[in-house]
């Protein structure tokens, strides 16, 4: 990057008293959408986190390759709304002529000159820096900034310019434009309680997105109706259209999506009464998302897990345990449960808590909170069906309780300290690394732990460490 100092460089932008460190990554995708051809970019956020900062310093790095130069139009000082098409031809040196409006005079100008404008501090005056923009580009800026203010919990914001950005992507005449913004608004409307106007929304949405080809954004917008249709009872019509969602994300390779819809339709069997299937699609998520490596979708496949296992009346303990390992996921994750999620989840606790009594419930809640990831894992996946073949999980009694064969009792000292080492995620090798014996020590102290307590697979060994009272290391 060449010194704004150089007088070759076309610009008005202000040197910097100190280096710009850090946020690689926001820069990289920034120049990427501004040398790309992108005719809008916004960055969009709370006040004080350095918009301002890294939007200059993105101008001054693509400075090199936009031939009519950078031009920074400070919106601060700007105070009357009408005065916006005053300053920005001021600083592109755009004259004033009688009887001619000013936003012509500036367009005239620019003409098909390739240059850069920065308007900084533009939300007071939003309307009027709009009016610079063609409808497509203005309406694709403000659904964003509604969904900015809805991401940060701030529904009455989103909602005030939502309806113009429709009006203004319908005069736009795109019609992916316009489905876009109308499963934007579907949110907000939803969120608001108002499910018609959502209803009404998504199903126009959804007609222009399969017309227009637009396969990903039908995916997300059934997905979206689905959820508003579970909300009113209508699981029938809420599965089908995740199911017609999943196909389009499994065909079209949209993994994290899928993993997002198999969550939803297991919620659906949850509330239909089928927690066998709802359990194979909270797996089919749970795989996903270690596959991949998202985990964002780790903690709603836990949950789902914990549901599915309290509502086939499986281990009340093992569940209990469940919920405590989604709710710290939860909670690590910074998330907030869905509607759904709240009120299925809060059903589960107060059965669990009448099943267990409190003192059990308490206890395998929070082992479930102290448990790794892996162990957290290996102990959702062996809730699920065994497969064919396969011995079935050894039945231990509830959490608290004395082992009716007496097989904790049998574990040697060492071999519950395997156990613990096991529970919390460590494989072999680093139980081996631990406890400072061979690999081979470790394995045939698992086969005798194996033989004690009749767990075959992992998952059952870090099931029974749960029930028998071993705390996971």
Request: proline share 4%.
């Amino acid at each position: 990057m060449r010194s704004l100092d150089d007088p070759a460089l076309r610009h008005n932008l202000p040197s910097q008293a100190t280096s710009f460190v850090g946020r690689a990554a926001e820069l990289a995708e920034l120049r990427s959408l501004v040398s790309g051809g992108s005719r809008l970019v916004t960055i969009a956020g709370p006040g004080g986190i350095g918009k301002s900062r890294l939007a200059l310093q993105v101008a001054a790095e693509v400075l090199d390759s936009v031939d009519d130069g950078v031009w920074l139009v400070e919106l601060a000082p700007v105070a009357e709304p009408e005065l916006v098409a005053r300053t920005v031809p001021a600083v592109l040196q755009v004259r004033e002529e009688p009887g001619q409006p000013m936003l012509s005079l500036l367009a005239a100008a620019v003409g098909d000159r390739y240059l850069l404008v920065v308007l900084d501090n533009a939300e007071h005056v939003l309307g009027a820096a709009r009016d610079l923009a063609d409808d497509a580009v203005a309406a694709d800026a403000l659904a964003q900034l509604c969904w900015l203010s809805f991401e940060h919990g701030d529904l009455p914001a989103a909602m005030a310019h939502i309806d113009e950005a429709v009006g203004l992507a319908r005069r736009a005449g795109d019609p992916r434009l316009i489905a876009y913004i109308l499963s934007r608004r579907a949110v907000f409307k939803s969120e608001a309680g108002d499910l018609d106007t959502a209803f009404a929304d998504n199903q126009e949405a959804i007609t222009l997105s399969r017309a227009a080809g637009d396969h990903y954004r039908l995916a997300t917008t059934l997905d979206n109706l689905a959820i508003d249709e579970q909300a009113t009872g209508k699981l029938r019509a809420a599965r089908a259209h995740l199911q017609e969602a999943s196909t389009l994300a499994d065909n079209l390779g949209y993994q994290n999506l899928s993993a997002g819809l198999r969550q939803n339709l297991g919620l659906v069997d949850i509330i239909d009464g089928n927690p066998r299937h709802a359990r194979r699609h909270f797996l089919d998520s749970l795989d996903t998302a270690r596959i991949t490596g998202v985990t964002a979708y780790l903690p709603g496949a836990i949950l789902g897990l914990a549901l599915a296992a309290a509502a086939a009346a499986g281990d009340p303990a093992i569940a209990a345990t469940l919920h405590g390992v989604a709710d710290e996921h939860y909670e690590q994750a910074g998330r907030a449960f869905e509607a759904l999620e709240a009120g299925q989840r809060d059903r589960d606790h107060a059965q669990l808590r009448a099943t267990l009594g409190d003192a059990a419930f308490e206890a395998a809640y929070a082992r479930g909170r102290t448990l790794s990831q892996a162990g957290a894992i290996a102990l959702a996946v062996g809730t699920a069906d065994p497969d064919p073949g396969v011995a079935p999980a050894v039945t231990l009694p509830a959490a608290g309780q004395a082992m009716a064969d007496g097989s904790a009792g049998l574990l040697s000292e060492r071999e519950r300290e395997i156990v613990a080492l096991l529970a919390g995620g460590a494989t072999d090798a680093q139980i081996a690394g631990r406890l400072f014996l061979s690999v081979n020590t470790v394995r045939s102290h698992l086969e005798r732990i194996r033989d004690k307590t009749g767990a075959r697979r992992r998952a059952e060994l870090v099931r029974y460490a749960i029930q028998a009272g071993i705390e996971a290391t």
